[in-house]
């Protein structure tokens, strides 16, 4: 398999790394640049447990190539929180016990940041719709909904994006 470099900016941090030709972005993630967050479920996009945002748009990176990110924008888990300050939604999430084993969270927790960044005064309808593609095994859905809305509220309150 051939290797080529990879340029992009993850977490707000310009990378390189050399990735396989046929390497997936989740790969190329935990493998090159050691960002283990993203979790492989299902390796065929159905779980959302490998969710990452690239260039603003919500992406399973089980499914993107990894030579597909040259000089694109990703956000996954590890950049979420401020150095110890979490993000509004880490912490609405722990507030509302929104986890059990944690396998999910990080997908649901990109996902959602994804949606607040395109709508931050959502309805219940619009987060459990945004959602229904990550996948938990563990819990219900209701506590993960309750805070999302909750952190939306937050992150309105405060002013600031998501």
């Given at each position: 398999?051939?290797?080529?470099?990879?340029?992009?900016?993850?977490?707000?941090?310009?990378?390189?790394?050399?990735?396989?030709?046929?390497?997936?972005?989740?790969?190329?993630?935990?493998?090159?640049?050691h960002l283990t967050g993203?979790?492989?479920?299902?390796?065929?996009?159905?779980?959302g447990a490998c969710s990452?945002?690239?260039?603003?748009?919500?992406?399973?990176?089980?499914?993107?190539?990894?030579?597909?990110?040259?000089?694109?924008?990703?956000?996954?888990?590890?950049?979420?929180?401020?150095?110890?300050?979490?993000?509004?939604?880490?912490?609405?999430?722990?507030?509302?016990?929104?986890?059990?084993?944690g396998f999910c969270t990080?997908?649901?927790?990109?996902?959602?940041?994804?949606?607040?960044?395109?709508?931050?005064?959502?309805?219940?309808?619009?987060?459990?719709?945004?959602?229904?593609?990550?996948?938990?095994?563990?819990?219900?859905?209701?506590?993960?909904?309750?805070?999302?809305?909750?952190?939306?509220?937050?992150?309105?309150?405060?002013?600031?994006?998501?």
């Amino acid at each position: 398999m051939s290797r080529v470099r990879v340029e992009a900016v993850v977490n707000g941090e310009p990378v390189d790394f050399l990735a396989g030709s046929g390497q997936s972005l989740l790969d190329a993630l935990r493998d090159e640049l050691h960002l283990t967050g993203s979790k492989e479920g299902c390796g065929t996009g159905d779980c959302g447990a490998c969710s990452v945002i690239v260039d603003g748009r919500l992406v399973c990176s089980c499914l993107m190539l990894a030579p597909e990110a040259e000089g694109r924008r990703i956000e996954t888990i590890e950049g979420m929180a401020e150095g110890s300050n979490l993000h509004p939604l880490q912490h609405q999430f722990l507030e509302h016990a929104a986890l059990q084993c944690g396998f999910c969270t990080p997908g649901l927790l990109v996902a959602a940041k994804a949606l607040l960044d395109k709508n931050p005064n959502p309805t219940e309808e619009e987060v459990r719709y945004w959602l229904a593609g990550n996948m938990c095994r563990c819990t219900g859905y209701d506590k993960v909904i309750r805070a999302v809305l909750a952190a939306a509220a937050d992150l309105r309150q405060e002013g600031q994006p998501a």
